[in-house]
């Protein structure tokens, strides 16, 4: 085994993507094998197998989907619910949202039918007063009645558990005495934060995912027990940050969004290295396309999500909008007479008609093989010889065209055009609409399919310009190899900060700080330092919302040197920033401590995969294929991308293909190489 | 509308009690289909004395309909 070598797995919902790097002596492998879907171990077996025999891996990184693909398929696994009598139905009344306004049927169905959610009597007050104590043979009847109904995880959530878990420590030990497996767990476990739905709602969802991403990681680790391989194995989690697989089985909810995030890790690494700290991060894959936004150098945290509807998550994720357009997508026109493409995608399995495995329904990826956008003769992913150009063309004019009453090539010009207003406007929704400056910004599109709209997301977008990264279809396994560790916790204190009992509140801070420095340390040793850091959520009194704020502050020595002082300075200058004005005379409160633990990775150089002496404009140039472009066939130069050197100027109109995408450069635009070996897409300098 | 009870005050250690319906129902609560208010009753939506006599359907122990019981109390009763 070699330490330095680390193996970063990402399991999309098309492709699974491998990188293989070593630190010390900067080598790589990458490698793209089709995902199977149900069976995603395999597609991981396969793809590991494909750079290694096992032995040289130190470590392996694996982003997944499988927790997301569970959540919006409702594919979990049978929860039962114990809670506070009284209690029962607080996942299913939500905050009173709906998901439309008007109607007379609501159509919400919660992770926990209702006659899996039984009440025990318990009392906890807000101020951690246990009012009534609960019965522990009342909790072991229930637990035996949910597991009889069926039930195969079960979650304990008793109300003001963040203020005292001494009943729900309880519950869980009684109940788990009668239960038949590991999968249970109490919401003061998961999260000891105020707010009943949200800790309601992100426990139930934690036993919802545990069953399923338990075995998952026990598929893998039994698999991975057939190599020679004896390194450690970790999971990205929804902040951008890694995890063992051990903390991972705990709270499989914190991987809701880890594919996605270790995408926007790795474009942010590679924006910044590039010289640019504003970027908008566009992944556009098989089936979705996620955008996300850096500002300053820094991916954009969320303090809670809505995986979909009424499904929130309170954890700390990378923010990312996703919508169904990929390559996979299908298009058709609606009952007005609409074009539409997606959010029904076909996947890799059958995928687009041109791969001929049976779906005639034409996708995107079929409207770019008509228009000669993408090489049929060289697929990407490497399990087809070619695409069937023909059958593209049938799906196309069957669906699509006959439909519009317009010909084939139009057709195809047309699907295009969709897909690429709706990146537009998924682009839009990040950046304009949340005052941020596109001009300001570059666009970093990867995955697969990303390149082919790069021309189209800085045209319509206004972006200051595109960099396409050396390698687009392997950035999230890029992602999984330079994403630090990272452990969050959350605990609600609710403490005033007039007469703050300032010593009481440092032995609390820690020890959380030394709990998550713990959990982030028993990981493994391929860290080289961990960073802690302090936030709470403050407001003034009398306000329901919250502000996040840092406080400058570190743990040594046995303390953390907070001071009333600091938190109040800490507090007024985030205020002031987000309202423009201090509500001076009011007390102020402390409502939660955050802490986070960073085992940060040394900065992997980016110029390691810059082209080499060996790479040359005339090796770059493939010839010349007829490209259609805005309605008329146009002779277009093809360039063999990862031959060009660094500097290299490629001119519009041109097409540049590499194993894992393929790049089309709109009149108007062109192409430069910079010294890591990134495409720059800018207007033409005038 | 205006409320019953309005500007009520209540001192140290009164209990207030509230209790608000259901919201209202659409349509002849006869012709909901049995197995919907089997599964209100296995829910707990609804007990099984209300399915019985505002629903006409006869639901046992188990949550399983009695279809001819049911058949029996929708023709005639309630008409």
Not at chain 1, 577 to 597: D, E, H, K, T
């Amino acid at each position: 085994m070699n330490p330095s070598n680390i193996l970063g797995v990402d399991v999309g919902g098309t492709f699974t993507d491998l990188l293989l790097f070593d630190a010390e002596t900067k080598a790589f492998r990458t490698a793209k094998v089709p995902s199977q879907r149900g069976d995603e171990s395999a597609g991981f077996m396969q793809g590991i197998a494909a750079v290694s025999a096992g032995r040289e891996i130190g470590s392996i990184v694996h982003g997944t989907t499988v927790g997301t693909n569970s959540l919006l398929e409702r594919r979990g696994h049978k929860v039962g619910v114990i809670t506070t009598r009284g209690f029962r139905d607080v996942l299913e009344m939500r905050r009173r949202d709906r998901r439309r306004t008007w109607g007379l049927w609501g159509d919400f169905t919660p992770i926990v039918d209702r006659d899996l959610r039984m009440e025990v009597n318990e009392r906890t007050l807000a101020d951690g007063t246990i009012r009534c104590e609960v019965d522990e043979a009342e909790v072991r009847a229930a637990a035996t009645a949910l597991r009889e109904r069926g039930a195969e995880a079960l979650a304990v959530i008793f109300i003001n558990t963040y203020a005292n878990p001494a009943n729900e420590q309880k519950a869980l030990a009684a109940a788990r005495s009668v239960w038949h497996n590991e999968f249970v767990s109490a919401s003061h476990q998961v999260l000891p934060e105020i707010r009943e739905f949200e800790r309601s709602s992100t426990t139930a969802l934690n036993s919802y995912l545990q069953p399923g991403v338990s075995s998952y990681l026990a598929r893998l680790e039994q698999a991975l027990g057939t190599l020679p391989f004896e390194g450690q194995f970790y999971i990205v989690q929804s902040n951008g940050g890694v995890m063992s697989t051990a903390t991972a089985r705990r709270f499989p909810v914190r991987t809701a969004l880890s594919g996605p995030a270790a995408g926007v890790i790795a474009a942010a690494a590679i924006a910044r290295q590039a010289g640019y700290d504003n970027a908008i991060t566009c992944d556009l894959g098989g089936t979705s396309f996620d955008v996300s936004v850096i500002a300053n150098g820094r991916a954009s945290l969320a303090a809670q999500a809505t995986i979909d509807f009424g499904l929130v998550i309170r954890t700390p994720m990378i923010e990312i909008t996703t919508i169904g357009a990929g390559g996979g997508s299908i298009a058709s026109v609606d009952r007005g007479g609409l074009l539409q493409v997606g959010p029904e995608s076909a996947g890799s399995v059958p995928g687009p008609a041109c791969y001929g495995q049976g779906n005639e329904r034409p996708t995107l990826t079929d409207a770019h093989v008509v228009l000669g956008r993408i090489n049929a003769e060289r697929p990407i992913g490497g399990k087809l010889a070619r695409l069937d150009v023909e059958a593209a063309k049938r799906a196309i004019l069957t669906h699509a065209g006959r439909p519009l009453g317009i010909d084939v090539l139009e057709a195809a010009e047309a699907i295009v055009r969709v897909a690429d207003a709706r990146m537009a406007g998924a682009i839009r929704l990040v950046s304009i609409e949340r005052g941020h400056d596109p001009t300001k910004f570059v666009g970093v599109p990867f995955g697969g399919g990303g390149a082919l709209h790069v021309s189209a997301i800085v045209k319509e977008i206004g972006l200051q310009m595109a960099l396409v990264p050396r390698f687009p279809g392997v950035t999230s396994a890029l992602g999984c190899v330079i994403a630090d560790l990272r452990h969050d916790q959350v605990q609600t204190l609710n403490l005033s900060l007039d007469g703050l009992d300032i010593e009481a509140l440092d032995r609390r801070m820690v020890a959380v700080g030394e709990e998550v420095r713990a959990v982030v340390n028993a990981a493994g040793a391929m860290v080289s330092q961990i960073d802690l850091s302090f936030e709470f959520d403050m407001h003034y009194v009398g306000q329901t919302h919250t502000v996040a704020v840092q406080v400058p502050v570190t743990l040594q020595g046995g303390t953390t040197g907070i001071s009333s002082a600091a938190i109040r300075t800490a507090f007024e200058t985030v205020y002031a920033a987000s309202f423009s004005r201090l509500l001076s005379g009011l007390p102020v409160r402390i409502v939660s401590l955050r802490v986070a633990a960073t085992g940060r990775r040394p900065e992997l150089d980016l110029s390691v995969f810059a082209p080499g002496p060996e790479a040359s404009v005339e090796k770059a140039r493939l010839g010349t294929r007829p490209v259609r472009i805005d309605g008329a066939w146009c002779e277009t130069q093809i360039w063999s991308r990862l031959d060009l050197p660094v500097g290299a100027i490629v001119e519009a109109p041109a097409i540049l293909e590499q194993p894992d995408a393929t790049i089309y450069i709109e009149p108007g635009l062109r192409g430069r190489v910079d010294r890591l070996g990134n495409l720059i897409v800018e207007r033409v300098p005038q | 509308m205006v409320s019953k009870i309005t500007n009520l005050s209540i001192g140290q250690g009164h209990k207030m009690r509230l209790e608000t319906p259901g919201g209202g129902g659409f349509g002849d609560p006869l012709t909901r289909h049995p197995e919907r208010v089997a599964r209100d009753v296995r829910l707990g939506y609804v007990t099984q004395a209300s399915a019985r006599n505002d629903y006409g359907v006869v639901v046992d122990e188990d949550g399983a309909i009695d279809a001819l019981a049911t058949a029996g109390l929708r023709s005639g009763a309630g008409r």
